[in-house]
């Protein structure tokens, strides 16, 4: 088992759109790197395109919105209420980064074969077309083990770079050092307590810290960009961190990819009886 799938779980097979769309790739780790190499094995194709989308719908709005809109479809006025109530970005630096943000969060759940405690945070954001401040991705296993209760915290910081250079990597890098511990916890605790108390308590009496010291707090970062990314990676990644693994995703043309992905998630929410 390498020290990537001890860490953050395998990689998907191609009966999953992860694992038909990227080749996976670990590499040798040592005591500064630990290097998921993804590439694509297939084009990108329309059910990609359309599968990203949802995602990207999923991420942003809730499910009340989404039945609103389809309440209001085909009403008068229907585009100046889509617009009211838009969540998804229209600044380009906005898209590229709450897209990266998905694909990770989406990755790691996919790989260990689970869905996480997790907030939406893209949901809450007041202006869609900022970067919304906090972890770019904070999830919580919680789970029985011999009758025991145990938790895992996988934090993780996602980018998109036309092309990837040497800073990018090491901006990744240093914001998973360590000592790094997450913002977003108590934020976590309390949007959960508003549908599910008892949980939220569970979470509340863990110490983060603690979780970190024993070895349960799990640190994935992740760069988009072109082909040149695994390389890229390979070269100039150091890390202090040896709960990290750094998955790099090259692919052909990521800018046309994050474009096509929101311009069919757009489509959709134009549609919403399609959702």
């Not at 709450?98 to 954001?125: C, G, H, R, S």
Request: glycine share 4%; proline share 4%.
């Amino acid at each position: 088992m390498t020290k990537q799938i001890r860490l953050i779980g395998e990689h998907p097979d191609n009966t999953h759109p992860f694992g038909k769309w990227l080749a996976v790739n670990d590499l040798p780790d040592s005591d500064s790197k630990c290097h998921r190499e993804l590439t694509e094995s297939t084009a990108v194709d329309d059910d990609l395109i359309e599968w990203m989308a949802r995602k990207i719908i999923n991420h942003h709005y809730t499910q009340f919105r989404i039945d609103r809109l389809k309440e209001k479809y085909r009403s008068l006025g229907f585009t100046k209420y889509a617009e009211q109530h838009r969540k998804l970005p229209i600044a380009d630096k906005v898209k590229k980064g709450n897209a990266t943000e998905i694909l990770l969060t989406d990755y790691i759940q996919t790989a260990q074969k689970k869905e996480f405690i997790k907030v939406f945070k893209l949901k809450y954001n007041p202006n869609v077309d900022q970067a919304i401040k906090g972890d770019d991705t904070l999830m919580v296993d919680l789970f029985e083990e011999n009758e025991n209760e145990k938790i895992k915290i996988y934090l993780g910081e996602s980018k998109f770079r036309k092309t990837p250079s040497k800073a990018v990597i090491a901006d990744i890098a240093g914001s998973l050092s360590k000592d790094t511990l997450p913002l977003s916890y108590t934020f976590l605790v309390e949007e959960i307590a508003k549908t599910d108390e008892s949980l939220a308590r569970k979470l509340d009496d863990y110490i983060v810290q603690d979780i970190k010291d024993r070895g349960d707090l799990i640190y994935a970062g992740l760069l988009l960009s072109n082909t040149d990314t695994s390389e890229k990676v390979e070269t100039h990644l150091s890390s202090d961190n040896p709960n990290l693994v750094f998955i790099s995703v090259g692919i052909d043309e990521p800018e046309e990819f994050i474009k096509a992905v929101f311009e069919k998630a757009e489509e959709l929410i134009s549609n919403p009886d399609l959702l």
